[in-house]
Nanobody, 115 residues
Framework: QAQLVDSGGGLVQPGGSLRLSCAAS????????VHWVRQAPGKGLEWLSSIDNDQERVYYVDSVEGRFAISRDNAKNIAYLQLSDLRPEDTAVYYC????????WGQGTRVTVSS
């Protein structure tokens, strides 16, 4: 059974950093792109970043480019989203996703940015 498990969220002060992890199991992780999306309180889903299966291409929404960095380690079946220079508006639940027609979502990890 294909599964993604998100972790790494927490409470951080403005300007701080966190590294989110997305551990994959039950499928050939190296064949799929990985995407991160978030949902802020009371708002809809927002796509943040994507990385293709062999790490040659990465993409970011404008609001996080330069502050967030996506990466992956296919040998370990893990993807990461490094969050830096966090702002209160980054407060959200963050999900990694495999979009494939048979989509797989992580359970989400909560990030709270507050002083």
């Amino acid at each position: 059974q294909a599964q993604l498990v998100d972790s790494g969220g927490g409470l951080v002060q403005p300007g701080g950093s966190l590294r989110l992890s997305c551990a994959a199991s039950g499928f050939d992780f190296s064949r799929y792109g990985v995407h991160w999306v978030r949902q802020a309180p009371g708002k809809g889903l927002e796509w943040l970043s994507s990385i293709d299966n062999d790490q040659e291409r990465v993409y970011y929404v404008d609001s996080v480019e330069g502050r967030f960095a996506i990466s992956r380690d296919n040998a370990k079946n893990i993807a990461y989203l490094q969050l830096s220079d966090l702002r209160p508006e980054d407060t959200a639940v963050y999900y990694c996703v495999r979009f494939s027609g048979d989509d797989v979502w992580g359970q989400g990890t909560r990030v709270t940015v507050s002083s």
